[in-house]
């Protein structure tokens, strides 16, 4: 039996026990009809898929987002990795959880990140633009440094919003240069900088810092009304124009392309066009390296649900 082991190192036949964080849970149902607890367990090395069976709780989707005790073994199923799970509990006070093995944060120097992110802010040369900018800064700096920037899927770790934007921005300043005469950079990266800055409300979070579930406001409006309503707001404060105000409110509500993937309506200016192009660019790219780091070397991975399909890890001599 090893204790807290990292997911990274787990293999067929370990026998496992220690403290994970359970990142999702659901109780189904077995095709003999028992009821079975599905989850995903996670530390800052990585994510693995688990299984109680004949089990209907007290654990459920309730605790997402906590850290629970369990002792199990690992198993394979489909060609990945999978922790039958004989025993889970909520943990205590008493016990001793190593939080800091378990939470995952962004692979980048968060300081230079920011410091970047606040660069780019200052170089936008409208000033309107330039305002609303540095005034949702203020006010939403500490969450955009820190909280993750989904529940799951991509930058689902500690500063993966800073991470999803800082990356954004840089590729926004980019081809605001590669398309002079048809993007204003200045639209372009202040609608970048914004586009995801109220996922703080749409959020409710664990001790751990980690998305358990959509908060009121993020299941009724959405990150994208509400961050329209924002800029709106931010926009009326500082006397900034009207249009300017509406091209930055479009921005936001149509950054995820098209009414089925969540978009209030579809771009309509090529700054908005672009800024969802560049937000699907980042988050797949996200899930690639996600994936890669869990797939070894010349092998698929298992079926990545954000992406539709299996995603192969080239080996470094055909790179």
Request: glycine share 8%; proline share 4%; net charge negative.
């Amino acid at each position: 039996m090893e204790y807290n082991k990292c997911i990274c190192d787990m293999a067929v036949g370990d026998q496992v026990e220690g403290f994970y964080v359970l990142k999702t849970a659901q109780i189904r149902t077995s095709n003999n009809g028992r009821p079975f607890l599905a989850a995903v367990l996670a530390d800052k090395t990585g994510s693995i898929e688990g299984k109680a069976w004949d089990y209907s709780g007290p654990i459920s989707t309730a605790d997402e987002g906590q850290v629970i005790k369990i002792r199990g073994s690992v198993t394979e199923f489909r060609g990945a990795l999978q922790l039958n799970m004989d025993r889970l509990r909520r943990t205590e006070p008493s016990d001793p959880v190593d939080r800091g093995a378990l939470v995952a944060t962004a692979p980048i120097d968060g300081e230079k990140a920011w410091t970047e992110v606040e660069r780019l802010v200052d170089s936008i040369s409208d000033a309107d633009y330039r305002a609303v900018c540095r005034r949702m800064l203020q006010e939403k700096g500490e969450a955009l440094r820190t909280i993750p920037a989904a529940k799951s899927v991509h930058h689902s770790f500690l500063g993966g919003l800073l991470m999803h934007t800082w990356t954004m921005l840089r590729m926004a300043d980019f081809l605001a240069g590669l398309y002079p005469e048809t993007v204003n950079r200045s639209l372009l990266l202040a609608g970048t900088l914004l586009h995801d800055l109220s996922k703080a409300e749409e959020f409710s979070f664990s001790p751990l810092g980690l998305v358990t579930e959509y908060s009121l406001k993020g299941q009724l409006l959405g990150h994208l009304v509400m961050g329209a309503q924002e800029a709106a707001r931010a926009a009326e404060e500082l006397g900034i124009p009207e249009e300017k105000s509406v091209l930055l409110q479009h921005m936001i509500l149509s950054h995820h392309g098209q009414p089925e993937f969540g978009a209030a309506v579809v771009p309509m200016c090529a700054e908005s066009e672009l800024l969802s192009l560049i937000d699907t660019m980042d988050s797949r790219m996200e899930i690639y390296r996600e994936t890669l780091e869990e797939t070894p070397e010349g092998t698929f991975s298992k079926r990545v649900f954000a992406l539709e399909k299996r995603i192969y890890h080239p080996t470094e001599e055909q790179l």
